[in-house]
């Protein structure tokens, strides 16, 4: 084949998609991009996955990369879930291909990687067949999902001797805290809407008023996921509620009338629409006064619904100091920086990256981190250290496992498939730091300047091809770190990473000495000069991620790729409209209808935008009047205050005090001028024409 025929079979599809939108600016730059990326650089490899048709039964005939489709086809789960979804218990499973991820890999090609592989098994190894597989992925899914079943984990108390959680009496007098006249006849729904909580698909009891759920099988009501009825050992229901604090962070809706596409209630941090701090609130207040208060309310974690400070490191380390003053009293954590406000990443991504958390933050192999929040506080605290690991050891693996084998959700919207291509070519092979795009932001050190260069390769034809990869086995995994002065986003989450470490690089007694470190730092922990990084994440299913960057400031994807608009300063996710009998008097939650509430253009949640002085900004405080992009003055002398004693950031606020039904109304509201949640950055693809960023976000929704 001739390198000319060869670029007319693979542009035929793509030049006709970018002419059938008139982008009369893009298509001809796209076609030397197509050239470029068609001719492939060599002999290029070839693999097993998504071949071309007439190809499956032997790939290695395929041909060169270039006969591999744009798109790909869905993904769903980690490399083992797929290999075993029609094997045996015996199969032996596959390597991981993270396991490739190793200092040097991918050098001097076109996707970039700098996060390496470790393993850090723990508690139950790591499984090596279907069967050990399927075992453990039961296990996970037990942790993540188990309500109303014996030994459901709940806050700080694993599965074992649970504390007493909330009387189902208490509970059920929740109307009462709302300032409702009666019990509502949608009681369990209006609960899951306010503290943001999809309620269960699936039996998760708890005892209506008068009701013995030892009689009725828990009882006849319903309650959401992040709630679980306590059971004892035997199978005795108590009538008492726990919750399930990891849930509120990374549970999920997204509804749709497409049959075709299985959504809903979900969990994987797919809509960032929990509300802990509200919930911890309302129970508290339905308990009274004398009753033990629940750990989201004595500390401030979350400011916002659907966000909060999850990687609360600073905290953690005194709450895991194992009882040890010196650990506890360590100046160098009480004078660090807060890490502020985050948003959680997806689960189903858990399986294409080798580290943790927005900034590169420990081996992804390192579980314990993970059920962190039902880790055995008293006996952490106590000093008895094995009790206080028992259940997180035994658990945290299988929850590793079961996550990995989570897929991502399927666009449930229509797609222009060819333009999809277009974008297909866009993100894997534009350079943004191309000599005639004057791009004003640092070039990052390694990669080809494409979307693909951080965020890794998706299409076929480029997985398969030599120049982008050097495996196909490293197709969708994504191993970046980003200086912050390449990515430029709100630095505190970064910034305050780098604190935790002392002038030399080093870190305290206070971090080493913790249980959830024992298989060391991430890629933060290795910066020279302590520069602050974040680590690209994987994209798959980001079209349900919404909204984007490491603290969620911004609405949706458009405005990721257009630093110029839809970043607005002050905005609010749209809610679910409430019956008509109940307007105004109860508190919704975000509306999670795709048809209704979706922006597929511009790929994201809707919003309002507001200005300073609108109900619930508070001007002068929250924000000034004077100058809508900086924040007060007041916000300013408040920030310094974070940055100096990080631990202030946590301490109770008089608005999760009063926590009135305009305070809740008002913390759907996300403020781009207070502490940690500035929506800059990303400013690099500032460089692309509308025409682009369309066909991109037309590629993004088939990931």
Same mark, same amino acid.
Not at 380 to 392: C, P, Q, V, Y
Not at 399 to 413: C, D, K, L, N
Not at 568 to 590: C, F, K, L, T
Not at 616 to 640: H, R
């Given at each position: 084949?001739?390198?000319?025929?060869?670029?007319?079979?693979?542009?035929?599809?793509?030049?006709?998609?970018?002419?059938?939108?008139?982008?009369?600016?893009?298509?001809?730059?796209?076609?030397?991009?197509?050239?470029?990326?068609?001719?492939?650089? @060599?002999?290029?490899?070839?693999?097993?996955?998504?071949?071309?048709?007439?190809?499956?039964?032997?790939?290695?005939?395929?041909?060169?990369?270039?006969?591999?489709? /744009?798109?790909?086809?869905?993904?769903?789960?980690?490399?083992?879930?797929?290999?075993?979804?029609?094997? &045996?218990?015996?199969?032996?499973?596959?390597?991981?291909?993270?396991?490739?991820?190793?200092?040097?890999?991918?050098?001097? %090609?076109?996707?970039?990687?700098?996060?390496?592989?470790?393993?850090?098994?723990?508690?139950?190894?790591?499984?090596?067949?279907?069967?050990?597989?399927?075992?453990?992925?039961?296990?996970?899914?037990?942790?993540?999902?188990?309500?109303?079943?014996?030994?459901?984990?709940?806050?700080?108390?694993?599965?074992?001797? =649970?504390?007493?959680?909330?009387?189902?009496? !208490?509970?059920? !007098?929740?109307?009462?805290?709302?300032?409702?006249?009666?019990?509502?006849?949608?009681?369990?729904?209006?609960?899951?809407?306010?503290?943001?909580?999809? +309620?269960?698909?699936?039996?998760?009891?708890?005892?209506?008023?008068?009701?013995?759920? !030892?009689?009725?099988? @828990?009882?006849?009501?319903?309650?959401?996921? =992040?709630?679980?009825?306590?059971?004892?050992?035997?199978?005795?229901?108590?009538?008492?509620?726990?919750?399930?604090?990891?849930?509120?962070?990374?549970?999920?809706?997204i509804d749709t009338t497409n049959p075709d596409v299985e959504l809903g209630t979900m969990l994987g941090g797919a809509g960032s629409i929990g509300d802990f701090a509200v919930s911890g609130s309302d129970l508290d207040k339905a308990a009274g006064v004398l009753a033990a208060p629940s750990p989201t309310s004595l500390i401030t974690i979350s400011t916002n619904r659907g966000t909060g400070a999850i990687d609360f490191f600073q905290l953690a380390f005194v709450l895991f100091s194992k009882g040890d003053?010196?650990?506890?009293?360590?100046?160098?954590?009480?004078?660090?920086?807060?890490?502020?406000?985050?948003?959680?990443?997806?689960?189903?991504?858990?399986?294409?990256?080798?580290?943790?958390?927005?900034?590169?933050?420990?081996?992804?192999?390192?579980?314990?981190? $993970?059920? &962190?929040?039902?880790?055995? +506080?008293?006996?952490?605290?106590?000093?008895?250290?094995?009790?206080?690991?028992?259940?997180?050891?035994?658990?945290?693996?299988?929850?590793?496992?079961?996550?990995?084998?989570?897929?991502?959700?399927?666009?449930?919207?229509?797609?222009?498939?060819?333009?999809?291509?277009?974008? =297909?070519?866009?993100?894997?092979?534009?350079?943004?730091?191309a000599d005639n795009l004057n791009n004003p932001v640092p070039r990052p050190d390694e990669g080809n300047g494409s979307c693909a260069s951080c965020h890794g390769a998706y299409s076929p034809r480029f997985i398969h091809d030599p120049a982008y990869l050097e495996t196909p086995e490293l197709g969708g995994l994504a191993a970046y770190t980003v200086p912050m002065d390449v990515i430029r986003t709100d630095p505190t989450y970064a910034e305050a990473m780098q604190s935790l470490r002392n002038p030399d690089?080093?870190?305290?007694?206070?971090? $080493?000495?913790?249980?959830?470190?024992?298989?060391?730092?991430?890629?933060?922990?290795?910066?020279?000069?302590?520069?602050?990084?974040?680590?690209?994440?994987?994209?798959?299913?980001?079209?349900?991620?919404?909204?984007?960057?490491?603290? @969620?400031?911004?609405?949706?994807?458009?405005?990721?790729?257009?630093?110029?608009?839809?970043?607005?300063?002050?905005?609010?996710?749209?809610?679910?409209?409430?019956?008509?009998?109940?307007?105004?008097?109860?508190?919704?939650?975000?509306?999670?209808?795709?048809?209704?509430?979706? $922006?597929?253009?511009?790929?994201?949640?809707?919003? $309002?935008?507001?200005?300073?002085?609108?109900? @619930?900004?508070?001007?002068?405080?929250?924000?000034?009047?004077?100058?809508?992009?900086?924040?007060?003055?007041?916000?300013?002398?408040?920030?310094?205050?974070?940055?100096?004693?990080?631990?202030?950031?946590?301490?109770?606020?008089?608005?999760?005090?009063?926590?009135?039904?305009?305070?809740?109304?008002?913390?759907?509201?996300? !403020?781009?001028?207070?502490?940690?949640?500035?929506?800059?950055?990303?400013?690099?693809?500032?460089? /692309?024409?509308?025409?682009?960023?369309? =066909?991109?976000?037309?590629? %993004?929704?088939?990931?």
């Open positions: 084949m001739t390198q000319q025929s060869l670029e007319k079979g693979c542009e035929r599809p793509v030049v006709a998609a970018v002419r059938r939108h008139h982008a009369h600016r893009l298509w001809p730059a796209l076609l030397l991009m197509l050239a470029a990326a068609c001719s492939g650089g @060599g002999d290029p490899q070839t693999g097993a996955t998504d071949p071309p048709d007439g190809c499956a039964s032997n790939p290695d005939d395929c041909g060169v990369a270039e006969n591999y489709p /744009l798109i790909g086809k869905a993904r769903g789960g980690n490399v083992w879930a797929n290999y075993c979804e029609d094997k &045996a218990d015996s199969a032996v499973l596959p390597r991981d291909p993270r396991e490739l991820l190793t200092p040097g890999v991918n050098d001097g %090609l076109a996707v970039a990687f700098n996060a390496n592989w470790q393993s850090c098994d723990i508690g139950v190894e790591r499984p090596t067949t279907c069967g050990e597989m399927r075992e453990q992925a039961e296990i996970g899914k037990f942790v993540a999902f188990g309500n109303g079943e014996v030994g459901s984990p709940v806050a700080f108390a694993g599965g074992q001797d =649970a504390p007493s959680g909330v009387d189902a009496e !208490n509970y059920n !007098n929740l109307w009462q805290v709302w300032g409702l006249s009666e019990r509502p006849d949608n009681f369990d729904e209006l609960v899951a809407q306010r503290h943001g909580s999809p +309620l269960a698909p699936w039996p998760n009891p708890y005892p209506l008023p008068g009701e013995d759920p !030892n009689e009725t099988n @828990g009882g006849s009501g319903q309650l959401p996921l =992040a709630y679980t009825q306590i059971r004892e050992p035997d199978g005795t229901w108590t009538g008492e509620i726990g919750t399930k604090v990891c849930v509120f962070c990374h549970n999920g809706r003053l010196e650990l506890l009293l360590n100046p160098k954590i009480l004078f660090s920086q807060a890490i502020g406000n985050i948003k959680s990443p997806p689960w189903w991504n858990l399986a294409y990256r080798p580290q943790k958390f927005h900034g590169a933050i420990l081996p992804t192999d390192a579980s314990r981190i $993970d059920l &962190a929040a039902y880790y055995d +506080l008293v006996s952490s605290l106590s000093g008895d250290d094995e009790a206080a690991l028992a259940w997180n050891d035994a658990h945290s693996g299988p929850f590793q496992v079961w996550a990995e084998t989570q897929a991502s959700p399927r666009y449930p919207g229509e797609i222009d498939m060819d333009l999809a291509e277009a974008g =297909a070519v866009l993100f894997h092979a534009k350079d943004l730091w690089g080093s870190f305290p007694n206070a971090t $080493d000495q913790q249980n959830f470190l024992w298989c060391g730092h991430g890629n933060y922990g290795d910066t020279e000069n302590r520069t602050p990084i974040l680590l690209a994440p994987p994209l798959w299913g980001v079209w349900a991620a919404a909204p984007y960057l490491h603290n @969620g400031s911004i609405p949706n994807i458009w405005g990721v790729l257009d630093p110029a608009s839809q970043r607005p300063n002050i905005w609010r996710r749209v809610s679910a409209p409430a019956r008509p009998d109940q307007e105004g008097e109860v508190v919704m939650g975000y509306d999670t209808s795709f048809e209704r509430a979706y $922006d597929t253009e511009h790929l994201g949640w809707k919003y $309002d935008e507001l200005q300073c002085g609108d109900d @619930g900004t508070e001007p002068f405080l929250a924000c000034s009047p004077l100058s809508e992009d900086q924040p007060s003055t007041a916000q300013q002398a408040i920030s310094l205050l974070y940055e100096q004693i990080g631990i202030t950031w946590n301490l109770p606020r008089p608005a999760g005090i009063r926590m009135s039904e305009q305070d809740i109304e008002n913390r759907k509201i996300y !403020n781009t001028n207070l502490y940690s949640q500035g929506n800059q950055g990303h400013d690099f693809t500032m460089v /692309l024409t509308d025409a682009e960023r369309r =066909a991109l976000i037309e590629y %993004l929704k088939t990931l």
